[in-house]
């Protein structure tokens, strides 16, 4: 039975020293900015590889250089409470679990959709590929855990507000107060951060109208509801002051 177990210990060796490559990484960003995610590389792939122009923007702004209105839109539009929260949100995914078993018995292939934090986000976009089957949302869950376990929650919503797609070729959000507003991230005002943060379930479409498969969807209405609730978001400088004026 040796030969059995010889590539098994070699398969779980390879998996934990993958898992020390993640803690490693996220380790070092804690001090140092990203440069790229595997989804930029995989978008730059797609977009520059067989073009001479390669139209990718990206440019870092520091957490304190980011008007407080996108964070808060942000939070509104992608989650709500991902300063209380551990990394997950057990019952979105328990609804998100429930929604994939349908799809199955209808013979539908599993997209592994809805449940996903900001942090969960963040790690696939940083580490894992778009496809959508469990093994990768179990890795995912690992590197959720990691990421939290790691970094502050104000050094997450920095890599992925800087990290994040907010249309073809345009990642973070620098580049986007730019594409689409000609302003920095800090000028921007209300009503262009609930525009921007109503994008982020899909970008590609915001951008351009070839990419909405499924109907367009209605940005104005997403961006009234985010501008209606993002009062309602408590930033941990808020809260900070808040104390202190009691």
Known sequence: MRWIAYPIKCLLFGILA?????AVQIAVWAFVDPSTTAFQRAERWRLCTWHWSCPIESRWVPYESIASSLKRAVLVSEDDIFFQHPGVRVSDMQKAWEKNQKQAK??????????????QQLGKNLFLSSEQHYVRKAQELVITGLLELILSKERLLEIYLNS?????????VGAAAKHYFATTPQQLDREQAASLASALPAPKCFDKVQYCRRGRIDYGARQEFILGNMDRIALPKDVKQTKQTK
């Open 164 to 172: 994040v797609e907010w249309g073809e070729g345009i990642f973070g």
């Open 18 to 22: 993958m898992q020390i490559y993640f």
């Open 106 to 119: 209808n013979k539908k292939a599993p997209v592994l959709r809805g449940g996903s934090t900001i942090t």
